[in-house]
């Protein structure tokens, strides 16, 4: 897979594949540009996930985040579909290459420049929680009066209170580091299993030599759980055509697939990444992948 030019589809691409660690200083430039892009539009933005735990509990990025993470919350402050859309193109404008898509519960815009992604997760409120990715309901009220702190000499707006929202999402222990492969895991694991009501979505799962590998667990990540039959093949559920995280384990191989573009009615297969794994194996770690499912 090439890196493309750093701003491009090929560029978006390579990141959510592997997730390589961000280069710190793009990452502040971008960031602080995002911030010039978003303060101009008038729209109400809050650090989440790695960036806000790295600006809560570290001061800084986290030297091995893959991106930048902002979370807005539609039909609050005037944050409209329009609205988004036109902070979309605002960012292409600047030279972002982006992508966007409606979810279950939100519409992302996910780009890059510079080979650092940076993505915006603007989620609607149900029940009066959200939905932050990948199925983590937290109450709309964290986020409809946040908390302002300083952050690489600016302010920004997080979570409120930000340890509350740190703790369900990554766990009782988020004050300690963890890798990539590892706080992912933590994350899935934390997302309770159900029984969705959809339609069959097929997923082949292959072995590093591409052999169909039979008795491999697969889990949609807030949905059900299955295994691969002497083909390879297994069955999940999808509600809608949405971006799903999964895992896949079978003897000797584990691997979370953080975002995944899916379908109901399709098929998709996975291959194991040789890469990976052996960086697995020689971390300890899960591995963790994105954009590794293909149709067949």
């Not at 594949?17 to 995002?34: F, S």
């Not at 339609?199 to 008795?215: A, F, H, I, T, Y």
Request: with cysteine; glycine share 8%.
């Amino acid at each position: 897979m090439t890196l493309g030019n750093g701003s491009d589809e090929a560029a978006l691409e390579y990141t959510l594949r592997y997730n390589p660690p961000m280069d710190l200083v793009v990452g502040e430039r971008n960031l602080k540009e995002a911030k010039e892009i978003l303060d101009q539009l008038g729209l109400v933005y809050l650090l989440s996930s790695g960036t806000c735990l790295g600006a809560t509990r570290d001061k800084a990025f986290i030297l091995w985040d893959d991106d930048i993470d902002l979370i807005a919350i539609l039909g609050v402050n005037a944050l409209t579909d329009e609205a988004v859309a036109a902070a979309a193109q605002a960012f292409r404008d600047r030279g972002y290459y982006v992508r966007e898509w409606d979810g279950a519960h939100s519409k992302i815009a996910q780009m890059v420049k510079d080979h650092v992604r940076l993505s915006l997760e603007c989620l609607r409120i149900e029940d009066d929680h959200i939905y932050a990715y990948p199925g983590i309901r937290l109450p709309a009220n964290m986020f409809t009066q946040p908390k302002e702190i300083e952050f690489l000499g600016e302010k920004f707006l997080v979570p409120n209170p930000p340890e509350e929202y740190l703790r369900l999402k990554y766990g009782e222990d988020w004050m300690t580091p963890k890798k990539a492969g590892v706080y992912e895991k933590d994350v899935v694991e934390k997302v309770p299993g159900a029984e969705l009501a959809g339609w069959p979505c097929r997923l082949r799962v292959l072995d590093l030599e591409g052999k169909p590998v039979s008795e491999a667990e697969v889990v949609l990540v807030g949905g059900g759980r299955s295994r691969t039959d002497n083909n390879g093949y297994a069955e999940v559920t999808l509600p809608a055509p949405d971006c799903y995280a999964l895992t896949i384990k079978y003897p000797g191989h584990e691997q979370v697939l953080y975002m995944e573009d899916l379908e109901p009615g399709r098929t998709y297969v996975y291959k194991a990444d040789a890469a990976l794994t052996a960086a697995t194996h020689a971390s300890g770690s899960v591995g963790t992948l994105g954009n590794m499912l293909l149709p067949e």
